[in-house]
């Protein structure tokens, strides 16, 4: 449903701003490329829910049971009484293994850039976990700069589960690793998921699901585009494109054209030719050493990791 652009408050009038600036900014350069962060309005965070649902997508069941395994010794690397920030919340059914854990936590505040996913998220917590307090900051981790200050005085540990930081290149991670200690303060901690690299046949069928629900998934940015951007993309014109490039250890997405054919964004034309890509994400995988380097960029080091018996996903705890 379209939104009246007078009924929106001024966050999602800047986030509106934010979309139509970066869109056309991408698309006017080549290669064409649009931020990765766009793809979770709030149809696309709940195609990327079934995602984590789909047989072929190994990640999400993965990195569940290995933080089923561990997160009484996440509890106690963390210590009593702190706060769990988790960056890019989404629907928060892992996180729920560590509230389970840190019994006596002090406050949970996830951040998300869907607003309304954040919100439902935060409506079901509080109602299933009384008395715990729920402080959510609805913006994008990349630009964060403060917490909510309730929180001020508490230890704080983040959480970055699902892999998310292998949406990033190597140097946004640091940046974001970076940005992410300046926030957790000196004495805090960060819990990462990161995927393995593995045998690409796999990689390949997680990102080229049988039932289309990652096409769907991709697509929908241009579902987006028609509805907050004016644009008018045939979709029917338009498919998802996901392979595993080895030499660079990442899953490379896209958005193809079928055809050659314009169309219009927010008022301006854009000519796509026949085959022409958009890069919308990458999926890097990472081996040990690779976690190990980035951390120490970032300005971390690795206290405990956790993996599965298939060395698939890890789950680390870093100081």
């Known amino acids: 449903m379209n939104v009246p652009l007078l009924a929106l408050d001024d966050g999602a009038l800047a986030d509106r701003n934010d979309f139509r600036r970066d869109v056309l900014a991408g698309l006017g350069r080549y290669p064409r490329a649009i931020p990765a962060k766009y793809l979770y309005d709030s149809r696309g965070s709940a195609l990327f829910d ?59 505040v996830p951040i998300d850039i869907s607003r309304q996913h954040l919100d439902a998220t935060a409506v079901r917590l509080r109602h299933d976990y009384d008395g715990l307090r729920v402080d959510p900051v609805s ?24 892999s998310t930081i292998g949406n990033l290149t190597p ?47 991709t697509l929908n940015l241009l579902r987006r585009m028609n509805r907050e951007l004016d644009a008018n993309f045939d979709l029917s014109a338009f498919v998802h494109d996901a392979f595993y490039n080895e030499a660079e250890g990442r899953i490379e997405i896209y958005f193809r054209s079928l055809r050659h054919q314009e169309v219009r964004v927010a008022g301006r034309r854009f000519v796509f030719a026949e085959g022409e890509r958009v890069h919308t994400e990458y999926s890097y995988k990472y081996d040990e050493a690779g976690i190990g380097a980035l951390a120490g960029k970032g300005g971390f080091s690795i206290e405990r990791s956790w993996t599965d018996p298939a060395r698939l996903f890890a789950v680390v705890f870093l100081k």
């Open 50 to 108: 079934a995602i984590c649902e789909l047989p072929e997508y190994y990640p999400t069941r993965t990195e569940t049971a290995i933080l089923r395994d561990c997160a009484d010794d996440i509890a106690r690397l963390a210590g009593p009484g702190c706060a769990l920030v988790e960056y890019g919340s989404g629907s928060s059914v892992k996180t729920r293994l560590l509230l389970d854990a840190m019994v006596d936590l002090h406050a949970y």
């Open 171 to 217: 140097e946004e991670a640091i940046l974001f690793l970076r940005r992410a200690r300046r926030l957790l303060r000196a004495d805090g901690a960060l819990v990462l998921g990161v995927d393995l690299r593995k045998d690409p046949q796999r990689l390949h069928a997680a990102y080229n699901d049988a039932a289309g629900v990652t096409a769907q998934f």
């Open 139 to 162: 913006g994008d981790y990349m630009k964060l700069d403060a917490l909510p200050p309730a929180i001020n005085g508490a230890r704080r540990i983040g959480f970055f589960p699902g």
